[in-house]
Structures are given as structure tokens and as C-alpha cells.
């Protein structure tokens, strides 16, 4: 089983849409949480931090369930430039990577 | 965005050759990774360093070496190439060990 579990998608999704991607770790002593955005044959970059509180930025929202060891990324009214890779990170002194879900936004 | 240089960014090699992959950053960050990934496994760590000459292993370890000899280059080496071993190369620093990491352009790696 892998340490850090995404679905692949792709979620296909209309402008305007909301999407929202789930992930889940399996190793409880890990210490903190990222989503990354990674674009078609391009580096990973960071998209926010998620705390355990939530956290908002933009049309962005992060949740993190420690108890169920499972963190979400919301996106609000999708963009088309919001078609990317999301990945998910766990940090555990050495960053996890999920394979990544898929997301494109269509006109 | 980061200083961080990866080279070459394409390379296309016989199996059964070494080769060496350089990352080079301007930010003087102590922590360095080296990550290869591949569809459907995302990015696996191969070798880490923290600070010149203190390197480690990471889980997909076999069949790469590392080496820093100074702060801002850390390379890694294909000892003898293998198909096995075509994949996109990613080098990342961080300030500390989980910090958010800033990544290198990638090279991408095609053994023949």
C-alpha cells in the first residue's frame, strides 16, 4: 500500500465547476501537509500548506482530519487554468509525494 | 523563483553507460533531494543530502550514487544505465528537512 493515496482522476469539470480532491496517509506520525500543483512537463510548485484548522486562499480551500488521516483540496469556480496535476505531500522530515489527480477544466 | 539548475535537460543514453545528472542552486540551502518520477508512482526519492559531504539513501536508491562536494551542487550518477532507469529527474532544495521545497526544471533521462 502506498504511504501517500490519490485517485488519479481525471476529474473532468466545466468552468465554473467545484472539484474537490481527497487524499489519505497512512503513516500517523507525519508532521505536516502540502498540495502541489504540477503542470503538463513542468516542475512541482507549491499551491498552500494545510493546517489542521483549514485554510482558504482564493477559491482554494485545504481541510486536514488528522483522526482519519485525511486531507481535501477544494477549488471553486474552476478556471481553465486550473487543469494541472494536484498532488499531495506529507512530511514526515522528508517529504511524501501521492501519484497525483488529474484535473481538467473544459469551456 | 528559486535559483535551482538542473543539466542537461535532456539526455538520451546507451544501457550499460554512466551518466551524471548536475543540480546547482544559488539560494545556499543545506537540504537537496534527488526524485525520479514515473506515471502512476509520482515522485520517489532517490538520495538526499544534508550539507557537503552528509548524503543518504532514499527508497528508489539502487543503482544511483550522489555526491556533494560543495553547498550549491549535488549530483547524481547512473552507474550503468538501465531502461528501468528512463524517467524524469527532479532536484529540490529546502530550508529545512519538510519545508516546502522548490524544485529544478527537471531532466528528462531516455536509456536506449
Known amino acids: 500500500r502506498k504511504e501517500v493515496e490519490q485517485d488519479p482522476g481525471p476529474f473532468n469539470v466545466p468552468e465554473g465547476a467545484t472539484v474537490a480532491f481527497n487524499c489519505t496517509y497512512s503513516n500517523s506520525a507525519s508532521q505536516s501537509f502540502f498540495w502541489y500543483r504540477q503542470d503538463c512537463r513542468k516542475e512541482p510548485k507549491l499551491l498552500m500548506s494545510?493546517?489542521?484548522s483549514g485554510n482558504e486562499d482564493g477559491r482554494f480551500t485545504a481541510q486536514l482530519n488528522r483522526a482519519s488521516q485525511y486531507i481535501s483540496l477544494l477549488i471553486r469556480d474552476s478556471k481553465l487554468s486550473d487543469s494541472a496535476t494536484y498532488l499531495c505531500?506529507?512530511?514526515?522530515?522528508?517529504?511524501?509525494f501521492g501519484a497525483g489527480t488529474i484535473l481538467r477544466v473544459k469551456s | 523563483d528559486a535559483g535551482i539548475t538542473q543539466s542537461p535537460r535532456h539526455k538520451v543514453t546507451e544501457t550499460g553507460t554512466p551518466v551524471t545528472l548536475r543540480c546547482h542552486q544559488t539560494e545556499n540551502h543545506r537540504y537537496m533531494y534527488w526524485y525520479r518520477q514515473d506515471p502512476g508512482h509520482g515522485l520517489r526519492l532517490i538520495h538526499y543530502s544534508y550539507g557537503v559531504k552528509d548524503t543518504d539513501k532514499g527508497e528508489v536508491s539502487d543503482g544511483y550514487s550522489v555526491s556533494r562536494s560543495k553547498t550549491e551542487d549535488f549530483l547524481l550518477t547512473l552507474e550503468s544505465a538501465t531502461s528501468s532507469q528512463t524517467s524524469v529527474y527532479f532536484c529540490?532544495?529546502?530550508?529545512?528537512?519538510?519545508?516546502?521545497?522548490?524544485f529544478g526544471q527537471g531532466t528528462r533521462l531516455t536509456v536506449v
Open positions: 529540490a532544495i529546502t530550508v529545512t528537512p519538510g519545508a516546502e521545497a522548490f
Open positions: 505531500v506529507v512530511n514526515r522530515n522528508k517529504l511524501v
Open positions: 494545510v493546517y489542521s
